[in-house]
T-cell receptor, first 113, second 113 residues
Framework: DADVTQTPRNRITKTGKRIMLECSQTKGHDRMYWYRQDPGLGLRLIYYSFDVKDINKGEISDGYSVSRQAQAKFSLSLESAIPNQTALYFC????????????FGPGTRLTVT | GENVEQHPSTLSVQEGDSAVIKCTYSDSASNYFPWYKQELGKRPQLIIDIRSNVGEKKDQRIAVTLNKTAKHFSLHITETQPEDSAVYFCAANERGSNYKLTFGKGTLLTVNP
């Protein structure tokens, strides 16, 4: 089945370290997103991309960067991790057609100590 | 930008009872309102959505109603079952776009057997 996958699923890192979270999809969708989930705060958009040449900041992009290496791959980087970036990170995809549905990956739980 | 408020933050019901979760939005251009269900440790998944050209949509035990004048929409679950226990998120699309969603903060629904 076509799916959205994320690696790693869990990661513990130290303050100041650089870390990359990766997302891949086999759905053939052109749009990809990175969200952050914190308890009681819902899902907040970090970055989104329409294609490899079109990347846009979301609601909370400070401290994050992204790379769209191919239509199927979208990576999120924390250049210098800090403890308040401890959260659950989700990648999502959607199609540019009539369906507005977003399909989420399984999530990456990141802990910054 | 869009602001989506969701209430209540927690809801506990007895099996067989109904559950109602309410959301308000601020952007009058929003025209797509999805509801996502996130079971414990799982990814959010779309359970139902509604567009602004209809006032109500039903799918078996779940229904969504929309009041565009008042800018609010609600999720109704009838005959609740323990497997309905999850976090539910409402969302609205920003400026009528087919890509940018703003999510509510979520409602933890517990269905007691």
């Amino acid at each position: 089945d076509a799916d959205v996958t994320q690696t790693p699923r869990n990661r513990i890192t130290k303050t100041g370290k650089r870390i990359m979270l990766e997302c891949s999809q086999t759905k053939g969708h052109d749009r990809m997103y990175w969200y952050r989930q914190d308890p009681g705060l819902g899902l907040r958009l970090i970055y989104y991309s329409f294609d490899v040449k079109d990347i846009n900041k979301g609601e909370i992009s400070d401290g994050y960067s992204v790379s769209r290496q191919a239509q199927a791959k979208f990576s999120l980087s924390l250049e210098s991790a800090i403890p308040n970036q401890t959260a659950l990170y989700f990648c999502a995809t959607s199609d540019s057609g009539l369906s507005y549905e977003q399909y989420f990956g399984p999530g990456t739980r990141l802990t910054v100590t | 930008g869009e602001n989506v408020e969701q209430h209540p933050s927690t809801l506990s019901v007895q099996e067989g009872d109904s559950a109602v979760i309410k959301c308000t939005y601020s952007d009058s251009a929003s025209n797509y309102f999805p509801w996502y269900k996130q079971e414990l440790g799982k990814r959010p998944q779309l359970i139902i959505d509604i567009r602004s050209n209809v006032g109500e949509k039903k799918d078996q035990r779940i229904a969504v109603t929309l009041n565009k004048t008042a800018k609010h929409f609600s999720l109704h679950i009838t005959e609740t079952q323990p497997e309905d226990s999850a976090v539910y998120f409402c969302a609205a699309n920003e400026r009528g776009s087919n890509y940018k969603l703003t999510f509510g903060k979520g409602t933890l629904l517990t269905v007691n057997p």
